[in-house]
């Protein structure tokens, strides 16, 4: 996904952090570590902050673009809102709802809506703008990625009951209603609107947009919640995270969710600079098509998974931030019981001859764009050698990887939802979604039952089935679990990270010294 005036009658221009010339990489005293948020009583309202994300030169403004680096997260949640965001505990806090109940079997949902919301053009937010999106996410020929996490929903059940009520009349039960309507992903634009226009109801509205350069917005002086106290803010585009890491440390930008963890013994120890980590939530995976040899044999994929060393790419491609993984999707909740999987190259080299693919040969792609990714694909094929196996990595440029995300055959993704918004990716037909292009008939099945309650604990029981499902056949190697790591200016207070991703993407608090 892809981004505020002082005092009255009066605004001034934007101030931004100075720049320094060169990278000089400067070691006295430690800048602060911390989590949580960048609090502190600093900061004057007014002012830019500039965010370093990843980007590609094929990003658009579409609030629902299919082809989506980080600027289109980032973007999108400065100009957009869900009907709700989730937090940690499991609730929900509401954004553009006011409240959803449903009726006793779980077939009809009623969606209150909040009043007196307005578009960036001043026009009011309603039922009819909720309408239009759903229907176009449940377009099967827009084929968009949104369809899957609300394709429960047939558009012929949706029905303005008055301007803010909208009801859902579902063909079935859907007991985690409210958790898929509030994908962070599913956000409202302006019926009619053009996407260029970028017409949400977030805290900023669109100043300026240059794909695989920069984004520019300023504040939404009419913004229905709390204004945001910066008056604009700059997403600048970076091709890897080692550039973003460069940009920051030479004071050209003022924050990133983007930062080579490799560095942060040098971050730590430069003045001006501070850290903060996220709730350990990031799982960067290596993806094996199964569909395809040599991974249509599911010997080859276990034997994957038993080659690469996690203690290792958890200490030297995460810079031994977060905890050793196993295989499996979702969070450290719900975990099915089966041991850890260390590595055991014998027993990866006897899978290998038994499926007849002994001194395999194969590609490797990554764009490299999470930190530690490019150093975990290089552990495993350092790894692979020990026991005969070739794996070629090649990096590429996020915009070629993106094009052909979906066909690929061994490359890196990442993720941080929660497992009930991950697994209708998992079973997809679409194979921009379930990119791996993995079906297990008992997975899918288990998966059907998942959302057909609504009970906690049910939905947690089936969970464990599934998981224990991936961990013995799926298709994708989940070495470490990592917190997201973000850099910022001393200068700036009030950044909070988000919840699930631990991404930068709150901007409404920050205040600038």
């Not at 604009?232 to 983007?258: C, H, M, P, W």
């Not at 260390?342 to 792609?365: F, M, R, T, V, Y």
Request: aromatic share 8%.
């Amino acid at each position: 996904m892809l981004s505020r005036s002082v005092g009255k009658g009066h605004r001034r221009g934007p101030r931004v952090l100075a720049p320094v010339a060169a990278f000089a990489m400067v070691v006295s005293p430690a800048a602060a570590c911390s989590t949580g948020s960048s609090e502190g009583q600093g900061g004057a309202s007014g002012g830019m902050l500039r965010v370093g994300v990843v980007a590609s030169t094929i990003s658009t403004n579409d609030a629902y673009s299919n082809l989506r680096s980080q600027d289109f997260y980032v973007r999108n949640a400065t100009l957009y809102e869900p009907l709700a965001h989730r937090t940690k505990d499991g609730g929900f806090q509401w954004a553009l709802a006011t409240g959803i109940t449903h009726n006793k079997d779980n077939t009809e949902w009623t969606v209150k809506l909040r009043p007196n919301v307005k578009f960036h053009d001043g026009s009011t937010f309603g039922a009819d703008d909720v309408i239009a999106v759903f229907n176009r996410i449940l377009d099967k020929k827009n084929a968009l990625i949104e369809r899957n996490y609300v394709d429960f929903i047939d558009p012929k059940g949706i029905e303005k009951v008055d301007d803010l009520t909208v009801r859902f009349k579902l063909p079935k039960p859907f007991g985690p209603f409210e958790f898929a309507v509030s994908n962070s992903n599913i956000i409202f634009y302006k019926k009619g609107s053009k996407p260029a226009q970028a017409m949400g109801t977030g805290p900023f509205s669109l100043v300026s947009f240059t794909a695989g350069r920069e984004t520019v917005v300023k504040r939404f002086d009419n913004y229905w919640g709390p204004k945001p106290k910066v008056d604009r803010v700059k997403l600048i585009s970076f091709k890897t995270a080692e550039a973003s890491t460069n940009a920051l440390i030479g004071r050209q930008i003022d924050a990133s969710s983007n930062i080579l963890q490799t560095s942060l013994p040098t971050i730590e120890k430069t003045p001006g600079l501070k850290v903060m980590k996220s709730d350990v939530n990031l799982k960067v995976s290596i993806g094996m098509r199964a569909d395809t040899p040599p991974f249509n044999d599911v010997r080859v994929r276990q034997a994957m998974r038993l080659i690469i060393n996690r203690k290792l790419a958890l200490s030297n491609a995460f810079d031994g931030l977060g905890e050793v993984a196993n295989d499996h999707s979702g969070f450290d909740r719900c975990l099915p019981d089966v041991p850890p999987r260390d590595q055991d190259l014998p027993q990866a080299k006897k899978l290998l001859a038994d499926a007849g693919k002994s001194n395999l040969s194969i590609n490797l792609e990554t764009a490299a764009n999470k930190p530690g990714m490019l150093q975990l694909v290089q552990i495993l094929a350092e790894d692979a050698k020990k026991i005969g196996v070739t794996i070629k990595v090649q990096k590429m440029e996020l915009g070629a990887y993106l094009e052909k995300w979906g066909k690929r055959t061994f490359y890196t993704g990442y993720d941080t939802r929660p497992y009930l918004e991950g697994v209708p990716e998992m079973i997809s037909n679409d194979d921009t979604l379930n990119h791996t292009h993995w079906h297990d008939p008992e997975f899918e099945s288990l998966a059907k039952k998942l959302y057909a309650t609504s009970d906690a604990q049910q939905q947690c029981d089936i969970q464990k089935k599934m998981k224990k499902i991936e961990y013995e056949r799926g298709a994708s190697i989940l070495a470490a679990t990592n917190p997201t790591v973000s850099v910022y200016s001393s200068k700036v207070q009030g950044l909070i990270p988000e919840f699930p991703s631990g991404n930068l993407y709150d901007f409404t608090k920050v205040t600038i010294d």
